[in-house]
């Protein structure tokens, strides 16, 4: 079929089999021009398929030729409908991995559930014994309680009053103002329960238990700091709370990998297009500044930017992890800057409908957002019938 995007609101329908590949092939070319590192060689990716955990499969598998298996909720191809872009993303790495001789297996299914841990742990068992890094890289907006069945939805509010600024609709470069209300406790303590530490904690519990991490094992989970001016609606807000809880749980995590000599991190990672912040009032017209800025600068960056950045000199450089005086790795490093912030603060205050498109780089949001479904790439033949129906070699 002729596969075009078929956008509503803040998500794509459609995503496209050739240009999900060459956003992998891209990936891959990437990472292998940094050369070898002394990376991981046995890597679970929890959140495998998109953003920034398919960056750091692909930075294992090319970086340091890892073994990997990759955790994702995707959705299928069908007759006369795509896949989900992770599929396709997934598909894509596995044939690229298989084609360079690495190890690569996936698995589709709630990550949240105690069956898919279950299952991951005996495919490491039966194939790799154990594991040297996970990756854990999940956003979800609800989660099912493994223990108690209840399903929670995570809400992107601010706490305490109500919140007021400029948001832009990329679509259509329309700048205007956004009111949030408060969120109550209980939106609170959904949001922690979905988006907080407690199933990256049930992971590595099980993993231990297991046996099946490595002495000296690492892991790190996601998260995102950003700066004043989403502040209200973002850091301290229902999902900041969340991201506080996931950071307060990497100490928890470390003081239970002590007697295998292993280690737990959050890394605070750049505001970048992905389907999961796309979809937060606000942060498009701050990244649409933000990209801007650092694009003059020459230190934007991508995932893929990030995460090899994050294995080459934080993770897996020599000595100890650089760690901020919170115990988090810090690869937003470049966009907290100071003269980025001052320069993003000054052009918000600036912007409007009329002149969005000069100031800021709402092109290339709106490219970054495209890409993420396999659309706009550069080289891909969008009037060609292509075959919808891809399988991922190695789905278990
Ligand atoms: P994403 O939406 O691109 O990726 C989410 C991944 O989770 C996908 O692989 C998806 O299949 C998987 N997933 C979702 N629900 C699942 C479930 N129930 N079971 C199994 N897999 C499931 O998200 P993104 O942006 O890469 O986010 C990953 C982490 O990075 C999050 O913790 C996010 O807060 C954090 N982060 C994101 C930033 C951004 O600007 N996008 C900035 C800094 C941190
Ligand atoms: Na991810």
């Not at 240009?19 to 092939?25: Q, S, T």
């Not at 039966?126 to 996970?134: A, E, F, S």
């Not at 470069?173 to 904690?201: C, F, L, Q, R, Y």
Request: hydrophobic share 40%; proline share 4%.
């Amino acid at each position: 079929m002729i596969i075009t995007p078929r956008v509503r609101g803040f998500i794509c329908l459609t995503s496209h089999p050739e240009g999900c590949d060459r956003n992998v092939l891209n990936q891959i070319n990437y990472i292998k021009g940094l050369g070898p590192n002394n990376g991981p060689k046995r890597v679970l990716v929890i959140g495998a398929s998109t953003g920034f955990g398919l960056a750091s499969r692909i930075t294992s598998a090319f970086g340091s030729g890892a073994s990997t298996i990759g955790v994702f909720f995707e959705k299928p191809s069908a007759e006369g409908k795509p896949a989900s872009p992770g599929w396709y993303n997934s598909a894509a790495f596995e044939k690229y991995a298989l084609e360079a001789g690495l190890y690569a297996k996936s698995i589709n299914g709630d990550a949240f559930s105690n069956e898919i841990k279950q299952q991951t742990i005996d495919l490491i068992k039966k194939d790799l014994g154990q594991i040297d890094l996970v990756i854990y890289s999940l956003a979800s907006p609800r989660r099912t309680h493994p223990v108690t069945g209840v399903t929670y939805n995570s809400v992107l509010k601010p706490i305490g009053t109500t919140f007021s600024n400029k948001t832009v609709d990329f679509h259509s470069g329309n700048v205007s103002t956004v009111t949030i209300n408060p969120a109550n406790e209980e939106e609170i303590e959904n949001t922690i329960a979905v988006m907080g530490g407690e199933d990256w904690k049930m992971w590595i519990d099980a993993m231990k238990e297991a046996g099946v991490l490595a002495d000296g094992a690492k892991t790190v989970a996601y998260s995102y700091i950003g700066p004043k001016l989403t502040e209200a609606v973002y850091r301290k807000g229902t999902i900041g709370r969340a991201k506080d809880d996931l950071e307060a749980t990497a100490f928890t995590i470390a003081d239970s990998l002590k007697d295998i000599h292993g280690e737990a991190y959050v890394s605070v990672n750049k505001a970048l297009v992905t389907q999961a912040s796309s979809a937060i009032p606000v942060i498009p017209l701050y990244m649409s500044l933000l990209f801007k800025v650092m694009k003059a600068k020459g230190i934007h960056e991508g995932c893929i930017e990030q995460i090899g950045r994050l294995f080459k000199d934080r993770l897996y450089s020599d000595g100890q992890v650089p760690v901020d005086e919170k115990g988090r790795i810090r690869i937003d490093d470049w966009e907290m800057r100071e003269d980025v912030q001052a320069e993003v603060a000054k052009l918000w205050d600036e912007a409007t409908t009329e002149n969005l498109a000069e100031i800021g780089d709402l092109e290339g949001y709106r490219v970054d957002f495209f890409n993420l479904f396999g659309f706009e790439l550069p080289g891909i033949d969008y009037d060609k019938d292509v075959n919808e129906i891809v399988e991922i070699p190695n789905l278990q």
